[in-house]
T-cell receptor
Framework: GAVVSQHPSRVICKSGTSVKIECRSLDFQATTMFWYRQFPKKSLMLMATSNEGSKATYEQGVEKDKFLINHASLTLSTLTVTSAHPEDSSFYIC????????????FGPGTRLLVL | DQQVKQNSPSLSVQEGRISILNCDYTNSMFDYFLWYKKYPAEGPTFLISISSIKDKNEDGRFTVFLNKSAKHLSLHIVPSQPGDSAVYFCAAISGTYKYIFGTGTRLKVLA
């Protein structure tokens, strides 16, 4: 149990376009979802926390207008990178909490974004 | 300000021997700790966790030890297997369920 999926797994886009990444909890209802970003050989950096039906809470330094997060249901959260630029190229990972052991976050497989 | 630190960026261990991964933290308010394993280009996989009211938790080959006075936790893997080769992250939680991750330790188990 506790499976989290992400789509797409990899995306290449042109600078200036927007990219949407989906995160789904497949076998449990996720009261809270988290979005992380990982730079090469670095730790995971929390970008934002989203609770179903409410606005996301962004970490300091993360532009909320650039990284739009929507948590429309208990099984789906989306991250939209708006007007993407090459410096947005990164590995984006979501996680979900809300299963039986609520302290534990279950991570999606990640999405590799490359902005040309 | 790195509240959770993994001071060893890499570790090599012979197959069958014990792997010990260390993690130090500075915030005494952390009350739950977890270890995750991560392969390149994949999301982290949950391994084992421990509450601050305990000092040891064991699950198969994995044991986590917590020393609250030293603000230190460690993950022991016995016996180590080549498939254990990955990056290991410790994470700490304080109240809000927001994880604070360490910087990771790359473990290489040599056959």
């Amino acid at each position: 149990g506790a499976v989290v999926s992400q789509h797409p797994s990899r995306v290449i886009c042109k600078s200036g376009t927007s990219v949407k990444i989906e995160c789904r909890s497949l076998d449990f209802q996720a009261t809270t979802m988290f979005w992380y970003r990982q730079f090469p050989k670095k730790s995971l950096m929390l970008m934002a926390t989203s609770n179903e039906g409410s606005k996301a809470t962004y970490e300091q330094g993360v532009e909320k207008d650039k990284f739009l997060i929507n948590h429309a249901s208990l099984t789906l959260s989306t991250l939209t990178v708006t007007s993407a630029h090459p410096e947005d190229s990164s590995f984006y990972i979501c996680s979900a909490r809300g299963g039986a052991a609520e302290e534990t976050q279950y991570f999606g497989p990640g999405t590799r974004l490359l902005v040309l | 300000d790195q509240q959770v630190k993994q001071n060893s960026p890499s570790l090599s261990v012979q197959e069958g021997r014990i792997s010990i991964l260390n993690c130090d933290y500075t915030n005494s308010m952390f009350d739950y700790f977890l270890w995750y394993k991560k392969y390149p280009a994949e999301g982290p996989t949950f391994l084992i966790s421990i509450s601050s009211i305990k000092d040891k938790n064991e699950d198969g080959r994995f044991t986590v030890f917590l020393n609250k006075s030293a603000k230190h936790l460690s993950l022991h893997i016995v016996p180590s297997q080549p498939g254990d080769s990955a990056v290991y992250f410790c994470a700490a939680i304080s109240g809000t369920y927001k994880y604070i991750f360490g910087t990771g330790t790359r473990l290489k188990v040599l056959a």
